[in-house]
């Protein structure tokens, strides 16, 4: 059963567009939603966060929304730059759940020149 | 120089043979994790520890054991390995005071059997 639900596996946009990244889950305990980005030969790292009392968290380019009722999140990246092509995880964790964190299947994105 | 740092970076090994992956962090965090990659399948949990001697199964935990002797070490260890085990290994780091409990991951170690 997937808990976390990434259903887009790749995305192409073009350069300074907006990109969306859409990532659905199932347990409405998660107190904590997670994006990561992965690149090639390296480790996934940490991008950006959202609590699950908030519906929006900003970081530069970056803009996770979160839609309790519905379920889901979406990470925005605005204008969307040649270095943002990666592979993007959503994540969620419970604090009651042992502090482990759940990970989506991961959105490849492409910017196109 | 890197907080999480895994050896080796790529391996590869037969079937059967027995074959251990090392993960060191230099952050002083309590928790450690092994994570698998496999394409379209995104990470998958193994095995986590919250301290030194703790150790806990993940979802998908058969074929693997860990050894965690102290805090900035954590093993992944496959007693007998099989092709189907050939992935992407991460090693990840948490600290429990930190809300949203972001975790910091190693670069990776390319594991094929053959």
């Known amino acids: 059963d997937q808990q976390v639900k990434q259903n887009s596996p790749s995305l192409s946009v073009q350069e300074g567009r907006i990109s969306i990244l859409n990532c659905d889950y199932t347990?409405?305990?998660?107190?904590?939603f997670l994006w990561y980005k992965k690149y090639p030969a390296e480790g996934p790292t940490f991008l950006i966060s959202?609590?699950?009392?908030?519906d929006k968290n900003e970081d530069g380019r970056f803009t996770v929304f979160l839609n309790k009722s519905a379920k889901h999140l979406s990470l925005h990246i605005v204008p969307s730059q040649p270095g943002d092509s990666a592979v993007y995880f959503c994540?969620?964790?419970?604090?009651?759940?042992?502090?482990?964190?759940?990970f989506g299947k991961g959105t490849r994105l492409h910017i196109l020149p | 120089d890197a907080d999480v740092t895994q050896t080796p970076r790529n391996r590869i090994t037969k079937t059967g043979k027995r074959i251990m992956l090392e993960c060191s962090q230099t952050?002083?965090?309590?928790?450690m994790y092994w994570y698998r990659q496999d394409p379209g399948l995104g990470l998958r949990l193994i095995y986590y520890?919250?301290?030194?001697?703790?150790?806990n199964k993940g979802e998908i935990s058969d074929g693997y054991s860990v050894s965690r002797q102290a805090q900035a070490k954590f093993s992944l260890s496959l007693e007998s390995a099989i092709p189907n085990q050939t992935a992407l290994y991460f090693c990840?780091?948490?600290?429990?005071?930190?809300?949203?409990?972001?975790?910091?991951f190693g670069p990776g170690t390319r594991l094929t059997v053959l």
């Open positions: 990840a780091t948490s600290d429990p005071t930190d809300a949203g409990s972001e975790q910091f």
């Open positions: 959202i609590s699950s009392i908030k």
């Open positions: 952050k002083g965090h309590d928790r």
């Open positions: 994540a969620a964790s419970s604090l009651n759940r042992d502090d482990k964190i759940i």
């Open positions: 347990n409405s305990m998660f107190d904590y």
């Open positions: 520890s919250f301290d030194v001697k703790d150790i």
